[in-house]
């Protein structure tokens, strides 16, 4: 009795309404986070080359380009920074900087947006001389608790500025912990502290440096960030994490790490954020190009392959594309 020709599948998916009634609902623009890159001065909309329909954008302008994407019911940012000219170290001190552009474009924003939920990424890559995620040890290594320091320190520098969540993602041992003490001495006790804790050392980050500007000059992120040939220690991030205090969890890349999407969410009831990266938005770009899909119908299909793995929220830059996605 439970098989055909009793059993018809099909019944289930006969018609759109049937389809909409059975199926998942589309994810709530509320869920996606817009990472944007801003950058120092006024009046800069720069295009990025290796990621159609994404800019570096000076303060004044991602106010404007920002219309349209609340105007959908997107309500978050996660900001990166950048840094020009001289100035770059051993050590990332710029990234602290008062001044930055990040810490600039905070209250631009918050004047703008006052209910906009504003985070920012927290690292060090964007601002050492040699482009590595923290400064290294005599060894030539990357000195871990070096790195945890100046992250604590960039961090608080985004909470002064007026940050609502502050997300580290150089992979060092601690630095939950450590920008969590920060955070709290300095009295910034409602400041989220959202953790990039399963972060694997990818491929699908291309775009997104050269975005940034921030490849590493010399050798690779493999001595920190995590190894997909090992997901039993990549879970131990998350565990740990957890562990100094994180208040939501995250998993990057995403669409190569849906199992480790479900797999996280299984194991801890905090928020498990996904990061859409760079390469795997500019990969449907390129292949729609190519004519090869259809650019949002694959958008989609991606977006909610990620939710159905267990993602609570999605970091994403297709989230100013919420619309052609998910209402064509
Ligand atoms: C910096 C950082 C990277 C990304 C987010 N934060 C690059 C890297 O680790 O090399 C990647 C984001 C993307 O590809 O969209 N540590
Ligand atoms: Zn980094």
């Not at 050590?91 to 209250?107: K, L, S, Y």
């Not at 440096?209 to 997901?231: H, I, M």
């Not at 480790?260 to 292949?287: C, D, F, K, T, W």
Request: proline share 6%; hydrophobic share 40%.
């Amino acid at each position: 009795m439970d098989s055909y020709p009793e059993v018809r599948l099909r019944r289930l998916r006969r018609t759109a309404a049937i389809r909409d009634m059975f199926g998942m609902d589309a994810p709530s623009p509320a869920k996606f986070i817009w990472p944007v890159f801003v950058v120092p001065g006024e009046g800069r909309r720069e295009a990025i080359a290796s990621m159609p329909g994404q800019f570096r954008l000076s303060a004044d302008e991602l106010v404007k380009e920002l219309e349209p994407v609340v105007a959908q019911g997107v309500k978050s940012v996660l900001l990166f920074g950048q840094h020009e000219g001289d100035g770059k170290d051993e050590c990332g001190t710029p990234a602290a900087d008062p001044h930055g552009a990040v810490q600039r474009a905070i209250p631009v924003l918050r004047r703008a947006y006052p209910d906009l939920v504003i985070l920012t990424d927290v690292c060090l890559c964007a601002y050492t001389a040699h482009g590595h995620c923290g400064p290294h040890d005599p060894d030539g290594d990357i000195d871990n608790d070096a790195a945890c320091e100046m992250l604590a320190r960039v961090a608080v520098s985004h909470a002064q500025a007026g940050a609502d969540g502050v997300a580290p993602s150089a992979m060092m041992d601690g630095q939950i912990a450590a920008i969590r003490r920060a955070l709290d001495d300095e009295g910034f006790k409602k400041t989220l502290l959202i953790s990039y804790s399963t972060k694997f050392a990818s491929q699908m980050y291309g775009p997104f440096r050269d975005a940034e500007n921030s490849a590493p000059s010399q050798g690779d992120r493999q001595g920190y960030q995590a190894s997909y040939r090992d997901p039993r220690t990549a879970l131990r991030e998350s565990d740990f994490d957890v562990a100094e205090g994180a208040d939501a969890l995250m998993v990057k890349p995403a669409l190569f790490y849906l199992d480790l999407i479900q797999e996280v969410s299984r194991r801890s009831l905090l928020p498990v954020m996904a990061y859409n990266v760079s390469g795997e938005y500019s990969m449907i770009h390129a292949a729609a190009e190519k004519g090869y899909c259809d650019l949002y119908a694959t958008a989609r299909e991606s977006l909610y392959s990620i939710f159905r793995a267990g993602a609570t929220q999605v970091i994403s830059y297709w989230a100013p594309f919420y619309k052609e996605i998910f209402r064509p």
